[in-house]
């Protein structure tokens, strides 16, 4: 029987230890594939900033990095590119990340072998209007594309044919969560039903959202505390309206945390939440990992209607779809979570396990295949 696996290459914007849902998908995407028998190495980035990060996971690909220096980090970019194509000039090439697909597509057009391009939605939508021009140009060079969401899908079917495009959702590596110390007893300061949101502070999370909503629902639920997990350097704006609607006591920012008090800020919430906006500058929400990691531990979720969050969330499952700036539907959609709250609970727990990567990636492993 025939054993030989494809060799692949993943090129990627982002990896660990470095923040980042690209880089997250990109790792466990690796990892995956590694444990399925293929060869897989990772062409990424190093950034200096995130040299001392305490990242507790190892890669099991063999990962190459270049560090970005000046005007010439493209350029050094697409050498090592190259190398590694001669290297194993057979190899599946698998780009993530708007600047690893825009460069791997130049290279496309004149080194055609195998290639997958992931579409985490932004990428025909954010950039200089150079940047937006090459990357549509690229896009059909690509043998297959994955849409880790029919919202990603339907930004990017234009630029590429959508013969080629398979939506294929994000996954979550349950082992980080698995390895919890669960003898660590962990709770919030107040008693309460607690709200939560995981994700850099920013327009596009949608964390003003909730708090603007926040008025209305106290009226109802006076017990509610909302909790803000993620790099905060940009909550200003969030901070005055929590001053300006005297909700100080409801809203709890903890900033970045680390990967082990995050499993128990999960465990320990009770809705989650992520009323994401699309920005005018083209920043998306693709799908929301974070929706599934909080379903994981039992946490029914609310999210926005018409971005990516749609394939994270069935609607009436495992949490609700609503429109971010409509305050009744917020309110309404906590009430029938807390009047129906276990059901919901052990529906989120199901939804996750159905998008553990385990399972995901074996239809990773059939488009590697048929290609």
Same mark, same amino acid.
């Given at each position: 029987m025939n054993t030989y696996k494809k060799t692949i290459l993943i090129v990627s914007s982002e990896f660990p230890p470095g923040p980042g849902g690209i880089g997250d998908h990109a790792f466990n995407l690796s990892n995956e594939l590694v444990d399925s028998g293929y060869p897989v190495h990772v062409l990424s980035e190093f950034r200096k900033e995130f040299e001392s990060s305490n990242y507790s996971r190892t890669s099991k690909a063999r990962v190459h990095y270049f560090s970005r220096k000046n005007y010439f980090s493209n350029l050094r970019f697409i050498i090592l590119y190259i190398k590694l194509l001669f290297s194993h000039p057979k190899a599946v090439v698998i780009a993530t990340g708007s600047k690893s697909v825009m460069l791997v597509g130049i290279v496309n057009q004149i080194w055609r072998g195998k290639s997958i391009v992931i579409l985490h939605g932004h990428e025909v939508l954010m !950039?200089?209007?150079?940047?937006?021009?090459?990357?549509?140009?690229?896009?059909?060079?690509?043998?297959?594309?994955?849409?880790?969401s029919a919202f990603s899908k339907e930004n990017s079917k234009k630029f590429i044919d959508e013969g080629k495009i398979t939506v294929v959702p994000n996954g979550i590596n349950?082992?980080?969560?698995?390895?919890?110390?669960?003898?660590?007893?962990?709770?919030f300061e107040v008693d309460g039903f607690h709200l939560l949101t995981v994700g850099r502070v920013s327009d596009r999370k949608g964390q003003l959202n909730v708090v603007k909503a926040l008025p209305s629902i106290l009226l109802k639920y006076p017990d509610v505390v909302y909790h803000i997990v993620g790099i905060d350097n940009a909550k200003s704006t969030v901070v005055d309206w929590v001053?300006?609607?005297?909700?100080?006591?409801? &809203?709890?920012?903890?900033?970045?945390?680390?990967?082990?008090?995050?499993?128990?800020?999960?465990?320990?919430?009770?809705?989650?939440?992520?009323?994401? $906006? =699309?920005?005018?500058?083209?920043?998306?929400? !693709? /799908? @929301?990992?974070?929706?599934?990691?909080?379903?994981?531990? !039992?946490?029914?979720?609310?999210?926005?209607?018409?971005?990516?969050?749609?394939?994270?969330?069935?609607? @009436? /499952?495992? !949490? /609700?779809?609503?429109?971010?700036?409509?305050? $009744?539907?917020? &309110?309404?959609?906590?009430?029938?979570?807390? =009047?129906?709250?276990?059901?919901?609970?052990?529906?989120?727990?199901?939804?996750?396990?159905?998008?553990?990567?385990?399972?995901?990636?074996?239809?990773?492993?059939?488009?590697?295949?048929?290609?």
């Amino acid at each position: 029987m025939n054993t030989y696996k494809k060799t692949i290459l993943i090129v990627s914007s982002e990896f660990p230890p470095g923040p980042g849902g690209i880089g997250d998908h990109a790792f466990n995407l690796s990892n995956e594939l590694v444990d399925s028998g293929y060869p897989v190495h990772v062409l990424s980035e190093f950034r200096k900033e995130f040299e001392s990060s305490n990242y507790s996971r190892t890669s099991k690909a063999r990962v190459h990095y270049f560090s970005r220096k000046n005007y010439f980090s493209n350029l050094r970019f697409i050498i090592l590119y190259i190398k590694l194509l001669f290297s194993h000039p057979k190899a599946v090439v698998i780009a993530t990340g708007s600047k690893s697909v825009m460069l791997v597509g130049i290279v496309n057009q004149i080194w055609r072998g195998k290639s997958i391009v992931i579409l985490h939605g932004h990428e025909v939508l954010m !950039g200089s209007p150079t940047m937006r021009w090459v990357l549509r140009k690229v896009l059909p060079s690509f043998s297959r594309a994955v849409a880790v969401s029919a919202f990603s899908k339907e930004n990017s079917k234009k630029f590429i044919d959508e013969g080629k495009i398979t939506v294929v959702p994000n996954g979550i590596n349950s082992m980080k969560f698995d390895s919890r110390d669960k003898e660590t007893h962990f709770q919030f300061e107040v008693d309460g039903f607690h709200l939560l949101t995981v994700g850099r502070v920013s327009d596009r999370k949608g964390q003003l959202n909730v708090v603007k909503a926040l008025p209305s629902i106290l009226l109802k639920y006076p017990d509610v505390v909302y909790h803000i997990v993620g790099i905060d350097n940009a909550k200003s704006t969030v901070v005055d309206w929590v001053k300006k609607l005297g909700l100080e006591r409801h &809203v709890k920012f903890h900033g970045v945390v680390s990967e082990e008090l995050l499993k128990h800020i999960y465990d320990a919430s009770d809705a989650f939440l992520m009323l994401s $906006e =699309n920005m005018p500058d083209g920043d998306v929400e !693709g /799908f @929301g990992i974070a929706i599934i990691e909080a379903n994981y531990f !039992g946490v029914p979720a609310i999210g926005s209607l018409g971005c990516g969050i749609e394939q994270a969330i069935n609607n @009436g /499952f495992n !949490g /609700f779809l609503v429109d971010p700036h409509s305050t $009744e539907q917020i &309110v309404n959609s906590i009430a029938l979570l807390r =009047n129906d709250y276990t059901t919901l609970s052990k529906n989120s727990t199901l939804w996750a396990h159905q998008h553990k990567w385990s399972v995901i990636i074996e239809s990773y492993k059939r488009m590697i295949t048929a290609i």
